[in-house]
């Protein structure tokens, strides 16, 4: 299974992966998925880390690309084409644009989202498939 992490679940997985639930995290462990990152993640990780909204333990947001490679997770680019094409994404009452984009990669690279957001089922009768 292609596997996309939502940003918490990124965040859990690297420093507090009891957070993660028990399906997500022999998810993370089973070799035959392929496990990625957005580029998207690590952007919102530093603005809410630049705001004050976000702690790390033991590291600034530069160093969590590298977190993800030590972990064997892939870092998905947003290329022009997801960027481009964003506007076919139906709206709903989720307003969060990270969450919106990163929704947008998984149904477009036909990965599975990893996350324990609850707001994202809406998106499943278009192609969403989510694993918490």
């Given at each position: 299974?292609?596997?996309l992490?939502d ?17 997500a995290?022999?998810?993370l ?5 392929v ?8 952007w919102?990780i530093s ?5 004050g909204k976000?702690?790390?333990?033991g ?7 590298a977190?993800a ?6 870092i ?8 481009a ?12 644009p990270?969450d ?12 599975t989202?990893?996350s ?12 969403l498939?989510?694993w918490?």
């Amino acid at each position: 299974m292609k596997l996309l992490l939502d940003t918490h679940a990124f965040l859990w997985a690297a420093f507090s992966p009891r957070k993660l639930s028990a399906r997500a995290r022999s998810a993370l462990v089973d070799h035959d998925n392929v496990v990625a990152v957005s580029s998207l993640s690590f952007w919102e990780i530093s603005l809410k880390f630049s705001l004050g909204k976000i702690t790390l333990e033991g590291c600034t947001p530069d160093e969590l690309p590298a977190v993800a490679r030590e972990m064997q997770f892939e870092i998905l680019q947003a290329d022009a084409t997801d960027m481009a094409s964003f506007h076919a994404l139906p709206k709903t009452a989720h307003k969060d644009p990270f969450d919106r984009m990163i929704i947008w990669q998984a149904i477009r690279q036909s990965r599975t989202l990893v996350s324990k957001d609850g707001h994202f089922a809406a998106y499943q009768p278009h192609g969403l498939a989510v694993w918490w």
